[in-house]
């Protein structure tokens, strides 16, 4: 099965929790060999178009305090038997930055690009253990 869209469930999970909580974002991306057409993206390739989600996602009406600190190849699956292209890890300043950002229309219509770029994904929230904060 593949997963491209949020979960509306875990959204609304999301904000039964502390919404000052500070979290981050870790995203397993596998792109499409060739983007989807039609959402301004014609003719790129998953990688490219994601390159433009990218561009547009980092504009300030729609960034909403995200800051990507990691982005890195995916090689080896070691334990598991998926296949991806891209980690990245995003921080937010608060989990209701997160929540503001995807209930934004002009993220959501951004997002269609995403949707065009990639084949498979995941974004699981994380909150930080160690060291304590």
């Known amino acids: 099965m593949t997963?491209?869209?949020a979960n509306e469930a875990a959204i609304d999970a999301m904000?039964?929790?502390n919404p000052s909580e500070s979290i981050i974002m870790l995203n397993l991306l596998k792109f499409r060999d060739k983007a989807l057409d039609g959402f301004g993206v014609d003719g790129?390739?998953?990688?490219?178009?994601?390159?433009?989600?990218?561009e547009?996602?980092?504009e300030e009406d729609v960034k909403f305090g995200s800051d990507p600190i990691w982005v890195g190849l995916a090689k080896n699956t070691v334990i598991g038997?998926?296949?991806w292209d891209l980690a990245i890890l995003?921080?937010?300043p608060t989990r209701q930055h997160f929540i503001d950002k995807v209930d934004n229309a002009k993220y959501r219509e951004i997002a269609k690009v995403r949707h065009a770029a990639i084949l498979d994904s995941r974004a699981i929230?994380?909150?930080q253990i160690i060291p304590a904060l």
Do not use: K, P, Q
Not at 44 to 54: K, L, N, V
């Open 3 to 5: 997963y491209i869209e």
């Open 15 to 17: 904000r039964a929790l």
């Open 44 to 54: 790129m390739s998953g990688g490219e178009a994601f390159r433009r989600y990218g």
């Open 56 to 58: 547009l996602n980092d």
């Open 81 to 83: 038997g998926e296949d």
């Open 90 to 92: 995003v921080r937010y």
């Open 125 to 127: 929230e994380l909150t």
